[in-house]
Every structure is written in C-alpha cells, then in structure tokens.
C-alpha cells in the first residue's frame, strides 16, 4: 500500500483529532481487508466469536467494549451473510453465536490480510511510537470506568 506523507495540522479540539485518526486507521484495515469483503469491524466480530463461541451477545457486548445496540445491528449483516448462525435452543432468551464454515473461512481469508495492515501501521508508525499509542489509547479508553 502506497501512501504519501501528508503534514496535517491538527485541531485544537482532542477530540477531533482521535476521531479523524481513527477514521484514518479504519481506512487502512478496510483497504487490507477489501480482497476479503469485510470491513475491520465486520473482522473482528468473527475474530471475538471464533475464540468466544459460542458466545452471548451480552458477553461479546462487554469483551469488545460496544454497546448491546450496536453490536445487534453489525451482527444482523453477519448473519444476513451467512456467517455466524444463533445455536441457542428455540425460546431461549440468550441467544449463542456461533461461526458457520462460509464464517471460518471468510475469517480465514481475511485473517493474512489483517496481519498485513497490522504490520503496514507497525512499520509506518515504527515499533516504539506504537508502543506509545498503545499505552496512550489505553489511559484515554481508562478515562471513562
């Protein structure tokens, strides 16, 4: 992936500024991820439920840190597509996410795909700024309890 250095000067507002980077390393995995038709969201979705699952909604919900509404809405695509199937017994009230095989192999695919935009920020960023970002994201997601 080809990308030329661009100085952007940053806003005043925080805020602002985690949001386009955000917005920017989204963009990165989403163009890794293209050849696999999934977006990085849509990945780690059935990353978390490959090694959860089965998994409740509610478990999903608190491991990936996304509320239950959001998460139903990226889920009901998932499973649209034929990716992840509710094994729960009928009138369960719990339901229980599970990968099917066209999941597994989706994932699969994709899985090298997300190694390379991992690497790509790595060597972009360079090993120890990352490690900064790293520590920084964390104390700013400890902000809120």
């Known amino acids: 992936m080809d990308r030329k250095i661009?100085?952007?000067k940053?806003?005043?507002?925080?805020c602002l500024n985690l949001r386009r980077a955000s917005q920017s390393i989204t963009q990165?995995?989403?163009e890794f991820l293209e050849p696999s038709g999934l977006k990085i969201s849509q990945y780690s979705l059935l990353k978390h439920i490959k090694y959860m699952g089965p998994?409740?909604?509610?478990d999903l919900a608190l491991k990936?840190?996304?509320?239950?509404?959001?998460?139903?809405?990226n889920l009901k695509s998932m499973e649209e597509r034929g990716f992840i199937i509710d094994i729960s017994a009928n009138g369960a009230r719990n339901r229980q996410l599970k990968l099917t095989d066209a999941g597994l192999e989706t994932f699969e695919k994709a899985e090298q795909r997300w190694s390379e935009a991992q690497d790509y920020i790595e060597h972009y960023l360079g090993k120890d700024y990352?490690?900064?970002l790293t520590v920084?994201?964390?104390?700013i997601e400890a902000l809120v309890p």
């Open 130 to 132: 990352m490690e900064t």
């Open 55 to 58: 998994v409740s909604v509610s």
């Open 28 to 30: 990165v995995y989403d």
């Open 64 to 73: 990936i840190r996304l509320d239950r509404t959001t998460l139903v809405r």
């Open 6 to 8: 661009y100085k952007k």
């Open 10 to 14: 940053p806003s005043a507002c925080n």
């Open 136 to 139: 920084l994201l964390s104390k």
